[in-house]
């Protein structure tokens, strides 16, 4: 055990300094960082708790998911009995059901067994739940009753939060921030934690909106004073401006082309008024659709329609072949560029509502800062103490892969681009401990084997080759343990979990061959006739 190869020894102790030299970034000004390669700018994040910034705590519209599910299965039912031709009249939404009664003369048991099609099992074919997203039921009359089950709409809600927690992510990123902290909470609830962010204002206007961009056409056929005093037709529905004045539009329900359809949208200016714009491109399929609409409809007035409100309505002068176009309409710089950033990042299934909202501020955190830098020296120079107190030139040694079991620690965080919280600083306080007890570990296991007669070499191998199980045994169930930790954990948890788990890694290399090889060296060197602990 105490043999060392020159490659292997070579081996150990580079990687020992490659890994603490991802540390170095952390210790030194950030201007002077900046000027270093990319790869080596990696360096530990604070966390919220540490820099202070925003937190926000989100909440998806049920109600809202909940009609939109019962639209689409409506839409649905239309297509459906439009497709076999089948009449039908009544087709409407009724608390959590959707009712349509086929006309009388109509090939009803057709038209029920094609229902009933839309009626799948909950997770695909493959489900073993048993449950089903719709209830068919059938009435008097011919009428028949589609019923949204419960369980459908719990998972439409799931579905929601993670297509929201993915949009959102790239919303945040878009602000330039530094390792936002976006999960799931509960069922319905997304966290957003913005490390460094003071003024959240731009933040919730950002995760407010939902961003649900249409291309429809102007109802020309209608009059938009009929439709303000109550009269609006059945395919059309009475829209506003954003801007003001508020300005009443009589825009089809139809969408023609949906924000889904783009690829891209980049602020600039208007080469002609220099107005604030928005560019957009769509893929091929919305280049297509957009072609055909603009060939169309050439000197017809064409909405373009944000989160229910008219951006603009221009009207179509010329077919718009390229499959890009640009939106004007009453924009600020920032507007324009917080509108590019919603497009770019879709929009969110579902509404969302701020439920809590925190600000935390730097002082807070300089002062977690200190009094964890006062607590992990104190704990730190009870250690030293404590080990060349017990055991002398080998507490020294000690002491040693210690510091560069630590250093490892923030070079292995640096590297991973980890944040590092309050909790995570308990954590690395924690390892310093386990690490030293692995070194008590071998050195008692050497102090027994000199006891027992053997030579001071022959004591020294045997203490390290026996207190290797130990040592493994306590630090695996440790390092499960913060798996554990981090699997159901959150937040602050998960970073506690995550630095004791890379200590505890990090002390086994440390004892097992930091330590060895320093052992083994002055073994080497000194060839000592009897143990100095």
């Given at each position: ?34 000027s ?51 009449g039908?009249t ?27 099609e ?16 719709i ?19 719990v998972e439409?809600?799931?579905q ?61 056929t209608n ?12 395919d059309?529905?009475?829209?506003y401006s ?12 139809r ?16 080469q002609r008024t220099s107005?604030p714009i ?17 060939q ?23 077919p718009?072949?390229?499959g890009?176009?640009?939106i004007?309409?009453?924009f ?9 950033i919603l ?7 579902a509404p ?57 620690i923030?070079?292995?965080l ?35 084997e ?5 030579s001071?070499?022959?004591a ?13 045994d ?6 499960i ?10 937040g ?8 004791l788990?890379?200590g505890?890694?990090?002390?086994v ?12 060296t ?5 060839r000592?006739?009897?143990?100095p602990?």
């Open positions: 055990m105490l043999y060392f190869t020159r490659w292997k020894a070579a081996a150990i102790a580079l990687t020992a300094f490659v890994v603490c030299l991802f540390a170095v970034p952390n210790f030194l000004p950030e201007k002077m960082v900046q270093w390669p990319k790869w080596a700018q990696r360096h530990v994040v604070l966390g919220l708790d540490l820099q202070g910034g925003s937190h926000i705590l989100l909440e998806v519209d049920s109600n809202a998911v909940r009609k939109e599910k019962l639209e689409a299965t409506r839409d649905d039912v239309r297509r459906v009995l439009r497709d076999v031709r089948v039908y009544g087709l409407v939404v009724r608390g959590n059901s959707v009712e349509v009664r086929i006309r009388e003369g109509q090939n009803f048991e057709q038209a029920l067994a094609k229902l009933r839309l009626s799948q099992p909950l997770g695909g074919i493959l489900s073993t739940t048993g449950q089903r997203n209830d068919v039921t059938t009435e008097p009359g011919n009428l028949v009753r589609l019923t949204v089950t419960d369980p459908a709409i439409r809600i799931r929601s939060v993670e297509q929201s927690i993915q949009i959102i992510e790239r919303r945040v990123n878009e602000l330039g921030t530094v390792e936002p902290l976006i999960q799931r909470q509960g069922v319905d609830r997304i966290l957003v934690q913005v490390p460094g962010l003071q003024d959240p204002t731009r933040l919730k206007e950002l995760l407010g909106k939902t961003a649900k961009l249409d291309f429809r056409m102007v109802d020309s009059s938009v004073e009929q439709a303000l005093q109550g009269r609006v037709p059945a059309s529905e009475l829209l954003s801007s003001q004045p508020k300005t009443p539009y009589l825009i089809e329900k969408v023609l082309v949906s924000g889904g359809d783009l690829t891209d949208a980049q602020p600039g200016f208007d107005e928005v560019s957009f491109r769509f893929n091929t399929s919305g280049a297509r659709k957009f072609a055909q609409v603009t169309e409809n050439v000197g017809k007035p064409f909405a373009i329609v944000l989160d229910n409100e008219v951006i603009s309505a221009p009207v179509i002068r010329e718009i072949l390229g890009s176009g640009q004007s309409g009453s600020t710089v920032q507007s324009a560029n917080d509108l590019a497009l770019r990042a879709g929009a969110l299934p969302l509502t701020i439920i809590e909202e925190r600000t935390v501020g730097p002082g807070l955190g300089q002062d977690s800062i200190a009094k964890g830098k006062i607590s992990s020296y104190v704990g730190a120079a009870m250690v030293i103490a404590f080990m060349l107190v017990t055991y002398g030139l080998f507490g020294l040694f000690a002491n040693i892969a210690v510091a560069i079991n630590v250093a490892m923030f070079g292995v640096s590297l991973l681009n980890a944040t590092l919280t309050l909790p995570g600083i308990a954590g690395i306080v924690l390892t310093v401990g386990i690490a030293v007890d692995s070194n008590v570990l071998i050195y008692e296991r050497i102090r027994e000199v006891r027992g007669g053997r001071p070499i022959n020294i191998d045997a203490g390290f080759t026996q207190a290797l199980r130990t040592i493994l306590s630090n695996i169930t440790t390092f343990a913060a798996a554990v930790l981090f699997y159901i954990g959150t602050p948890v998960r970073g506690f979990a995550v630095t788990g890379i505890i890694v990090t002390t290399f440390t004892a097992f061959t930091v330590t060895r090889l320093i052992v083994a002055w073994v080497w060197w000194w000592p006739q009897r143990v602990i």
